[in-house]
């Protein structure tokens, strides 16, 4: 018996299981441990089911996904070093047991601790990654509609007294196969029959119940799309793998109010596309062709009066409230999502952003995202906490990062690659009309790579008053400057003097490789250059990259290591080590 993409059973009935708000986390989820013997155990356990490589795990999935059950053994000290076995099982209520054994292969399991077998045998390390399960697809397998309980372990010396094991199962559900036809709260299309070759079910109004996109059909977005209202009637848009949403040209948007949810759950093989419906004619210059993606959370922003209890500000274009006092808010998951061509005009002076952030909490998941030919800015944040990794910001006209309001989120693994004669890399605010508001903007960004086109390209400009600790970055190819301080509020954010810091602003491990690094003049309160030079590990020169990868000189500098564990341990600046570890490779779009 084999669980990867092949059919297990025959003639298995397909449980009805309803699909509710799919939940995701972007860590591997705790696991409880005990013993086949009841003594206590040292070792520890990490386990779950994920569609994209670990980026999210799950507790349910479509049945068109390939899910994959991976988990972490922290060998207890004292078995390090030792020769282990390694035993996996799992549990289909209604079906059976089975256990994994060498060859990849499941066999059924009686039920008895003697009955197991190892599906490998070697010498135990202080951790152990296995991967139970691989790629199963529950509409290839019959096995679409099921629940799963997995567990994981090993024993010592040939004894399997010594096991120990995983007493909570990783749980997961496949989904039912979906019927033909338009989900709940979308119909068929009257002007599109088809598009991809594929069924047009149009979405419109405020969704104020769960809404399940599913891989069956593409769906237009008509006008102002939100989901849920202000704080009230909340709902999840839940989004398969490989879902196409599209737009047609002028003010179609989609905006997911405070309280409620998106889960965009995407994979690499099959990312969440946002686009235009015309995108097949697209351009290497089309921008600005609709809305975009809004996302309001209630945690907390600046630019209110002192004293105001409850901040909130007003979205963008009738966006919608923002803000609160709940830093970890959770407005839900962007994983594996692309979105096209957005950043439409609402007046000649106010347009979408291809994402903006809105107040949005720590606790929504952002990883694997890009955004591209934004005729405004690619993502911007503003207010918030949310923290993101594996971003990739491409083409857009305005700046590709920007920050304001008070944003204090995290941010690892960053490509931003400019149009000629664009704005900038990234334009960071604390807040435009009061540069000392509180909360302040603090962002720290790790392993970025900004890639300027020459005319116009200005790199990082840090003003009006905001904070920000930088490291490991990489600025090239903007002719304009790779970094701008401006505004007395920022520098003294920063420190009484270039070399006098306060840690509210700092940068490290960074490499400039513009013609003109700083863009300094003789009023700052302080040079750029030595407040630059005078951090640990920057430098100005040279960068090799070869694409979004780096070269060799790049990799010979060192790396700073950030003791947050948001931030994965790297030795490494820039976005991309090597073409072997190009996160960017195999769903990154255009150039």
């Known amino acids: 018996m084999n669980l990867n993409r092949k059919k297990l059973f025959t003639g298995i009935i397909?449980?009805?299981?309803?699909?509710?708000?799919?939940?995701?986390?972007?860590?591997?989820?705790?696991?409880?441990?005990?013993?086949?013997?009841?003594?206590?155990?040292?070792?520890?356990?990490?386990?779950?089911?994920?569609?994209?490589?670990?980026?999210?795990y799950t507790k349910s999935s479509a049945s068109s996904a390939a899910v994959d059950v991976t988990g972490t053994i922290n060998v207890a000290a004292s078995d390090v070093g030792k020769t282990g076995s390694l035993i996996a099982l799992v549990q289909i209520p209604g079906v059976g047991a089975f256990k994994l054994v060498s060859g990849g292969l499941f066999l059924p399991w009686d039920g008895k601790v003697s009955g197991l077998s190892p599906f490998a045998v070697k010498k135990l390390g202080a951790q152990e990654r296995i991967t139970v399960i691989q790629d199963l697809i529950g509409a290839n397998s019959n096995l679409a509609g099921l629940d799963f309980q997995v567990y994981f372990g090993y024993y010592t010396g040939n004894n399997i007294n010594t096991l120990a094991y995983t007493s909570a199962p990783v749980s997961f559900s496949i989904a039912a196969t979906p019927a033909a036809g338009c989900p709940t709260n979308t119909r068929a299309s009257n002007t599109v029959a088809t598009y991809d070759g594929k069924p047009v079910c149009v979405v419109t109004g405020t969704l104020t119940s769960n809404t399940h996109l599913n891989a069956n059909n593409v769906y237009l977005l008509d006008g102002a799309v939100f989901v849920g209202r202000d704080n009230a009637s909340s709902a999840t848009l839940?989004?398969?793998?490989?879902?196409k949403v599209i737009a047609p040209v002028g003010l179609n948007f989609l905006v997911v109010s405070r309280g409620s949810k998106i889960v965009a759950n995407g994979s690499e093989a099959a990312p969440i596309i946002f686009t235009y419906d015309d995108e097949a004619n697209a351009t290497a210059t089309t921008s600005g062709r609709w809305g975009g993606l809004i996302i309001n959370g209630n945690a907390p922003v600046n630019g209110c009066a002192a004293g105001t209890a409850l901040c909130e500000l007003e979205g963008e274009g009738s966006t919608g409230k923002y803000g609160g006092n709940i830093a970890t808010d959770n407005s839900g998951v962007l994983s594996y999502v692309i979105v096209k061509y957005p950043g439409q005009n609402i007046t000649p002076t106010n347009e979408l952003n291809g994402i903006a952030f809105q107040g949005v909490g720590s606790g929504t998941t952002v990883d694997y995202v890009q955004v591209h030919n934004s005729s405004d800015d690619g993502i911007e944040f503003f207010g918030g906490s949310v923290n993101a990794k594996h971003l990739i910001l491409t083409g857009n006209e305005d700046d590709s990062f920007d920050w304001t309001f008070g944003w204090n989120g995290k941010v690892q693994h960053a490509v931003l690659k400019q149009r000629t004669g664009n704005d900038r890399g990234i334009e960071a605010d604390n807040n435009e009309f009061a540069f000392d508001s509180l909360p302040r903007s603090k962002p720290t960004l790790a392993n970025f790579t900004l890639i300027g086109k020459g005319v116009g390209g200005r790199g990082m400009e840090l003003r009006r008053g905001t904070g920000a600790n930088i490291h490991n970055t990489v600025v090239t190819g903007f002719d304009s400057y790779c970094l701008d301080?401006?505004?007395?509020?920022?520098f003294l954010n920063g420190g009484s003097t270039a070399t006098t810091l306060t840690g509210q602003l700092t940068m490290t491990n960074t490499r400039f490789a513009c013609a003109v690094p700083f863009a300094e003049v003789a009023t700052d309160p302080w040079a750029i250059s030595a407040w630059f030079n005078g951090q640990v590990g920057n430098s100005t020169g040279t960068a090799d990259l070869s694409g979004v990868v780096n070269g060799p000189t790049l990799n010979a500098l060192a790396a700073a290591t950030l003791s947050d564990a948001f931030f994965d341990k790297v030795t490494h600046i820039g976005a991309v080590k090597s073409a072997t570890t190009d996160w960017t490779a195999g769903w990154m779009f255009g150039n």
């Open 238 to 243: 839940t989004i398969d793998a490989g879902t």
């Open 485 to 490: 301080i401006n505004d007395n509020a920022t």
């Open 14 to 56: 397909a449980a009805t299981l309803g699909l509710s708000a799919l939940t995701a986390q972007a860590q591997e989820p705790t696991l409880t441990a005990a013993t086949a013997s009841g003594a206590a155990t040292t070792a520890t356990f990490t386990g779950g089911a994920t569609i994209n490589n670990g980026s999210t």
